[in-house]
């Protein structure tokens, strides 16, 4: 397996904060590619008192993954009805995205590894970005970081 940034320009890691509590923060860090249709990520969740790591997250080439899925919410900038969720295929990581008057998304990232297990736990936080700029954004840099801008991972 080799390390996904070897080039210098690359960022090695992408964080997410809360425009509401800066405390609050979402991390994608040390990808890896496994092979040309799969890598892996870790995910970290931080705000006051709670600091959570979920290592070896899949990424896909074939289009299911998260980059789309933010895409979608920032094509809908001007808003929707209800929640809207996505999950890896494990459902260890699962992003729930609702609209709030005044233009603005609230993503709820949950971390919940060894669901089956006796030794599970889960945590979770809400990021509140702007509906425009800010979740277009975030949806090109998750896209950048999962390396998928030309169809595949580095």
């Given at each position: 397996m080799s390390s996904r940034y070897a080039a210098p320009d690359e960022p090695a890691e992408l964080t997410v904060r809360c425009q509401d509590d800066h405390s609050v923060s979402v991390k994608f860090c040390d990808?890896?590619?496994e092979d040309e249709d799969l890598a892996h990520y870790a995910i970290e969740v931080c705000a006051?008192?709670?600091?959570?790591r979920l290592d070896g997250l899949p990424t896909w080439n074939w289009g299911g993954d998260l980059a789309p899925f933010l895409e979608k919410l920032t094509e809908d900038f001007r808003g929707w009805d209800g929640e809207r969720?996505?999950?890896t295929i494990d459902r260890d990581l699962t992003v729930r995205a609702v609209f709030r008057s005044g233009g603005h998304?609230?993503?709820t990232w949950t971390l919940?590894?060894?669901q089956m297990s006796v030794g599970s736990w889960e945590a979770s936080v809400t990021t509140w970005l702007e509906a425009g700029e800010?979740?277009?954004a975030l949806a090109t840099d998750v896209r950048h970081f999962?390396?998928?801008e030309a169809g595949h991972h580095g």
């Amino acid at each position: 397996m080799s390390s996904r940034y070897a080039a210098p320009d690359e960022p090695a890691e992408l964080t997410v904060r809360c425009q509401d509590d800066h405390s609050v923060s979402v991390k994608f860090c040390d990808l890896f590619d496994e092979d040309e249709d799969l890598a892996h990520y870790a995910i970290e969740v931080c705000a006051a008192g709670l600091n959570a790591r979920l290592d070896g997250l899949p990424t896909w080439n074939w289009g299911g993954d998260l980059a789309p899925f933010l895409e979608k919410l920032t094509e809908d900038f001007r808003g929707w009805d209800g929640e809207r969720v996505w999950q890896t295929i494990d459902r260890d990581l699962t992003v729930r995205a609702v609209f709030r008057s005044g233009g603005h998304v609230g993503l709820t990232w949950t971390l919940r590894p060894w669901q089956m297990s006796v030794g599970s736990w889960e945590a979770s936080v809400t990021t509140w970005l702007e509906a425009g700029e800010q979740m277009s954004a975030l949806a090109t840099d998750v896209r950048h970081f999962l390396g998928q801008e030309a169809g595949h991972h580095g």
